[in-house]
Structure formats: structure tokens, C-alpha cells
């Protein structure tokens, strides 16, 4: 895998690496692929009826207004403001 | 029978019959900890204050002689179940400040039995790992060689019930992380029947493969502590409706008669000698109760490794896209002119190498180009590793393998990402089927080091394989790390 291919990926991870991290990460993510590429030496076909058909759905629940957690518990753990989160300003 | 080794029967007649007082119970695991810890690191959050709360409470409960099975008994919960109020890290920078607004769903029930709750235990960050030593804040040792590594990712839990710091605890199992570590530790750990538990406030790692269970000095201690956790939950849209017997109802009945399964692939090649002759060892004295031994194949094992971190990979990938530094977990301190910006570093900074390595390979394998070939084989391969497990239990009740192909190793073995994905190689399997397994151990190797056994059972069929492990505890002498 290259730095490019690495630092497409850490985009769409939203992460960010610094050029020394990237190539050691490159150089992982190359031995890793290589064992995952085992998955291409045998010709299996996934079946999507099987799985959905054994998934267990409980009975679904009754449409209706519940009291839900208080804003104050939801924020606790965030920068807030107003029991609101706070974010960089995003519209000029 | 000193405090520290009593199994929990006892600790239950001790407490009723007021031999011992919840207080004096959790005072003397609370005095072990502050002994022992300092150097097993085996607790990220140690609750003493809470601890003698809830013993106080589950007292006047058992004085009113309305004790439950696990009322005033002290419990280690791994860092990664959400308890209300008490910090939990997942052993992650980037929840290194955060506290549950609410309870886990095994919480409320072990809460309801109003259980004595010693900490939180230490584990590889989000569970990702086999060694404890990717966790950001308490890099735990094993109690039998503190040069080596307790096995992961509960190996918090582990080494504290190794160490006699907790008599039980609860882990979660995504691949082998109760198994394994149990096995590195020398105590017993089940993994049960996926949906079993409710995964409701678990922090999520790879959802259709993570389950929670328990770890204790034995298989009947193993099967007390999952009595209480297990049922439906509506809030776990992937729980079953299963009825929950007592799993321990079936400890005592004989072996006569029960087909062991021995996967041929398993004691191959990569399995250590010593390894392989305690396990094989094992099953001959299970052949000397009566059970029959077959040998049978599991041609799927071969992609087993690759297929499972595919699969887990690519749902944490998408579990952890949750952790923006926005509405809990770390947030950067630096100045941010944009909101991606302020994601993207907080990110960076939050998590560790390993978590950053499985979100990139996870993303990789379900990104266009690339889907096919990697994501949906695993998904065919998944179904073909289920169509093997239910050819062999079409012929057996229960399959015997060895837990890890080594015992515990020193942290420098770490180092090498493939190789600490390849030892995963004899418990993944289970979490790709969903199927419940019970580690034991067997044997010790020449340095003394313990040896764990797998006995796996068919969906729903923990009772069977409690009953075969307890059977061979019976006639076992543990050797506990002294301490």
C-alpha cells in the first residue's frame, strides 16, 4: 500500500498522520493487506437471502412519545453552551 | 478457606449466614487491590468509595434475608460496559474523561442484584488487541510472570481474578478477548451465544461479533455471574428472546456418552508442542469419564483470521466514525478554523495506533474497488465457517480445541500487527458462527505458564459446555499465582 493510497484513506477516516507516521503506517498496512488477500484464494459466493432470513427481529415496539434522556445528561460530556454543542463556526 | 479463594457458593453461605459481612468482603478485596495493583495494573478506575455504598446497601438487604445469588458479591466490570457515573475509558484518550449518563443493560441487572463494584478494569483500546498493552492507561502484567502479558483484550479482568483482586468479572468477546486471556491467566472466561447479552451500553467495537461474559477461578462461577446478566432487551435490537435457564443446573451429571468434536486444523502446524499435548491430554480424560472423541475438519480456518478482521475492521470502522470530539470524548485543545478540522484532530489525537490501523484497513475494505473483493468475500466466508460448525455438531454436542496456540509472551512480541492477528487464529472462529465457548485451563508449560482449553457449544447450549468444563475442574489442581 502506498502514502497515497494511506493518506486517502486516513481522509476518509478523518484522520491525520505526520509524514513519518504515514510511511510506518504504509509499511503495517502493506503486511496487513497481505494477510487479508488470503480471503481471495478460495471462490466462495455470499448468499444475502441467508443472512437476512436468520436475523432475529423482536416485535417492534409501540409508535409512541416516551420520556426520553434530559438535554442536561446528553450534554454532560460535551463542550456546551445553552444545553447546546458547541462547534467552530461553520456559516460566515 | 481464606477470603480470596472462596468460590462464590461459598461467599454467598458466608455472607448469609453472617460468617462475613459485605463490608468486610469488600474491604478485603479493596486491601488486595491497594497491595497488589500498584504493580499488576490490572484496574484503570478502582470505585472504594462506591464499593463500601453498595455494601452497605446489599447488607440491609441480606440482613432482611432477601439476598439474591450475587447480592454483596464484589464484581470487576471491564472499562468498556458504561456504568452511570463511574468514568469509563474503553482504555482510549479519547474517552479518557468521559462518564455514562447511564447504566450498561448488564449493569441495571447486576445493580438490581445489588452486586459490590470493586472497578473498572484495564483493556486494549476498544478491544482491539490480544495483550492489554495497546490500552492508554494501565498496561496490565500477568499475576503468573509480570514479564509477560496478561493476554487481552479483558485482561484486566483476567489478571485481577488471576491475581485474586476480583473473584469475578465481567469481559466482552469480539474474538477471543475473554478466551484468550482467560487461558493467559489461568482462570476460566465464557463467551456466550451471541444476542444472549444485551450489548446495550457496550461500547461498540465490531457489533455482530461482540459479546459480553464472564470470567471467574471456575466454570460454575463463570455460569453464577451469567445467570444474572443474560435475557431480552428491547434496547439491544439484535437480543434473543431465548429462554435463560440456570447454567449451572447440569454441573455434577457425568460425561458418559457426549460426542467431543477435535478439529484436526487445530492442533496443526503453529500450535505449540506443549500446547498441543496438555489439550490433547485433556480430551483423553474426558475419553476416561466416558465421552466419546471424534475427529473431524474445518477446512474455513484457514481464511479464519483474515475474514474476521475484515469483518470486525470495517464495523469499527463505522462504530467509531461515531467519536467526532463534539458530543463527548476528547476534544482538541488546539485553535480549529473549521468543523472538519476540529473532527479530524481530535481524532488524531484521541485515538491510538492500533484503533488508527483497523479504521483505515476497515475503511479500505468497504471503499468502491474494493468491496467485492475484500468486504463481501468475508461476509461469503462467514456463512461458509456457520455451514461447518453445523456439518461437525450434526455429529457432535461440542467441539475441543486449544485456546490460543501459545501461552502468555513478553510485550515486545507485540509489536508486530500480523503476527498478534495471526494468534488469534483458534477463537475468531466462534465469533464469525456466534457461538458460545468456555476456556478452562488445562495444563501449565515447563515455566509454569498456564495452558487454556476451548470447549465450544452449539447456539444456546452454555449449560453443556459448563457441565464439561466444570467436569474437568473436578479433577484438576490450578496452580494460582502466589499472592
Known amino acids: ?92 | 478457606m481464606e477470603l480470596k479463594d472462596m468460590k462464590l457458593r461459598d461467599m454467598r453461605k458466608a455472607l448469609d449466614s453472617k460468617e462475613i459481612s459485605a463490608k468486610e468482603l469488600a474491604e478485603s478485596y479493596l486491601d488486595r487491590i491497594k497491595k497488589y495493583d500498584g504493580e499488576i495494573k490490572s484496574y484503570i478506575t478502582v470505585t472504594e468509595e462506591l464499593a463500601y455504598e453498595q455494601a452497605e446497601k446489599a447488607q440491609e438487604i441480606i440482613d432482611k434475608g432477601e439476598a439474591k445469588a450475587l447480592t454483596g458479591i464484589p464484581v470487576a466490570i471491564k472499562d468498556n460496559i458504561c456504568t452511570q457515573g463511574v468514568r469509563t475509558t474503553c482504555a482510549s484518550r479519547i474517552l479518557e474523561n468521559f462518564i455514562p449518563p447511564y447504566d450498561a443493560t448488564v449493569m441495571e441487572k447486576l445493580n438490581s442484584q445489588n452486586i459490590v463494584m470493586l472497578g473498572k478494569t484495564s483493556m486494549d483500546e476498544f478491544a482491539m488487541g490480544g495483550s492489554t498493552q495497546t490500552s492508554a492507561f494501565a498496561k496490565t502484567v500477568n499475576p503468573y510472570n509480570k514479564g509477560c502479558v496478561p493476554g487481552g483484550s479483558s485482561g484486566g479482568s483476567a489478571a485481577a481474578v488471576s491475581a485474586r483482586l476480583a473473584p469475578v468479572a465481567l469481559g466482552t468477546d469480539t474474538g477471543g478477548s475473554i478466551r484468550q486471556p482467560a487461558s493467559f491467566c489461568g482462570i476460566t472466561g465464557i463467551k456466550p451465544t451471541y444476542s444472549r447479552v444485551s450489548r446495550f451500553g457496550l461500547v461498540a467495537f465490531a457489533s455482530s461479533l461482540d459479546q459480553i461474559g464472564t470470567m471467574a477461578l471456575s466454570a460454575e462461577d463463570c455460569g453464577i455471574l451469567l445467570n444474572a446478566i443474560c435475557g431480552f432487551d428491547m434496547h439491544d435490537g439484535t437480543s434473543s428472546r431465548e429462554a435463560v435457564p440456570d447454567f449451572t443446573a447440569k454441573i455434577g451429571e457425568n460425561m458418559k456418552g457426549v460426542k467431543i468434536a477435535l478439529p484436526k486444523e487445530y492442533f496443526a502446524e503453529g500450535i505449540d508442542d506443549e500446547v498441543r499435548q496438555s489439550v490433547l491430554a485433556a480430551a483423553e480424560q474426558y475419553r476416561a469419564m466416558g465421552a466419546e472423541l471424534i475427529e473431524c475438519s474445518m477446512p474455513s480456518l484457514k481464511y479464519a483470521v483474515s475474514c474476521y478482521y475484515l469483518l470486525a475492521c470495517a464495523e469499527a470502522a463505522s462504530n467509531l466514525s461515531r467519536y467526532d470530539g463534539i458530543k463527548y470524548g476528547h476534544r482538541t485543545e488546539r485553535q480549529c478554523d473549521s468543523y472538519e478540522e476540529l473532527i479530524v484532530r481530535s481524532r488524531s489525537e484521541g485515538f491510538g495506533d492500533e484503533v488508527k490501523r483497523r479504521i483505515l484497513l476497515g475503511n479500505y475494505c468497504l471503499s468502491s474497488g474494493y468491496y467485492d473483493a475484500y468486504y463481501r468475500k468475508a461476509l461469503a466466508l462467514r456463512q461458509l465457517v456457520r455451514k461447518e460448525y453445523n456439518d461437525i455438531f450434526e455429529k457432535c454436542d461440542m467441539i475441543l480445541t486449544p485456546t490460543a496456540p501459545t501461552v502468555a509472551y513478553s510485550p515486545e512480541k507485540t509489536a508486530d500487527p500480523v503476527s498478534m492477528y495471526q494468534a488469534d487464529i483458534c477463537t475468531v472462529t466462534v465469533n464469525i458462527a456466534g457461538l458460545p465457548a468456555i476456556s478452562t485451563t488445562c495444563g501449565y508449560d515447563k515455566n509454569g505458564m498456564p495452558i487454556g482449553m476451548s470447549l465450544i457449544g452449539k447456539k444456546f447450549a452454555e449449560q453443556d459446555i459448563i457441565k464439561a468444563a466444570s467436569a474437568f475442574e473436578q479433577g484438576f489442581t490450578p496452580v494460582l499465582p502466589r499472592m
Do not use: W
Open chain 1, 1 to 92: 500500500m502506498d502514502m497515497e493510497m494511506v493518506k486517502y484513506l486516513a481522509d476518509l477516516s478523518k484522520l491525520e498522520f505526520s509524514d513519518e507516521k504515514l510511511g510506518e503506517t504504509a509499511q503495517q498496512m502493506t503486511s496487513i493487506i497481505e494477510l487479508m488477500d488470503t480471503v481471495k484464494e478460495i471462490d466462495v459466493t455470499y448468499d444475502a437471502y441467508k443472512d437476512n432470513h436468520d436475523v432475529f427481529l423482536p416485535e417492534l415496539r409501540t409508535d409512541s412519545v416516551i420520556p426520553s434522556m434530559e438535554t442536561a445528561k446528553i450534554v454532560s460530556n460535551a463542550k456546551s453552551s445553552d444545553n447546546c454543542f458547541v462547534v467552530p463556526k461553520v456559516v460566515e
